[in-house]
C-alpha cells in the first residue's frame, strides 16, 4: 500500500503565492511519477503539472510561467510552487504518485495513488 498526502493549501489573494506539498510514504517499490491535478465546482478536472523520477515536467499551458514543480526523489516527495496566483486557479488539488507497492516479496502492478486533495482559493 501507497499513502499520499497533501498539504500547503488555503487562502490567497489574486496575486499571492502558495507552496503545496506532496509526500508518498508505505510500501513503495517504484514511483515514476508524481504530479497534480486539480478540479473547481463544474469544472473538468486537469494536469497542472507533473514531474517523473528523472525530472521530466510538464505543465498545463493555463500555468505555465506561474507554477513550478519540483521534487526531492530521496523524500518521496513533489512539490508546486504557485505564484501570481489568479481567481480561476480556485480548485482542489490533488496530487498523485504513479507508482507500484510491494508486500512481501510481491510487487503489485504499477498504478495512481491519490491524496485526499487540498483546496485552494484565490481570492479576488
Known amino acids: 500500500q501507497v499513502q499520499v498526502v497533501e498539504s500547503g493549501g488555503g487562502l490567497v489573494q489574486t496575486g499571492g503565492s502558495l507552496r503545496l506539498s506532496c509526500a508518498a510514504s508505505g510500501s513503495i517499490s517504484s514511483i515514476y511519477g508524481m504530479g497534480w491535478y486539480r478540479q473547481a465546482p463544474g469544472n473538468q478536472r486537469e494536469l497542472v503539472a507533473a514531474i517523473t523520477t528523472g525530472g521530466t515536467i510538464s505543465y498545463a499551458d493555463s500555468v505555465k510561467g506561474r507554477f513550478t514543480i519540483s521534487r526531492d526523489n530521496a523524500k518521496n516527495t513533489v512539490y508546486l510552487q504557485m505564484n501570481s496566483l489568479k481567481p480561476e486557479d480556485t480548485a482542489v488539488y490533488s496530487c498523485?504518485?504513479?507508482?507500484?507497492?510491494?508486500?512481501?516479496?510481491?510487487?503489485?502492478?504499477?498504478?495512481?495513488?491519490w491524496g485526499q486533495g487540498t483546496q485552494v482559493t484565490v481570492a479576488s
Open positions: 498523485y504518485a504513479d507508482a507500484s507497492s510491494y508486500s512481501g516479496a510481491y510487487t503489485y502492478r504499477r498504478h495512481d495513488y
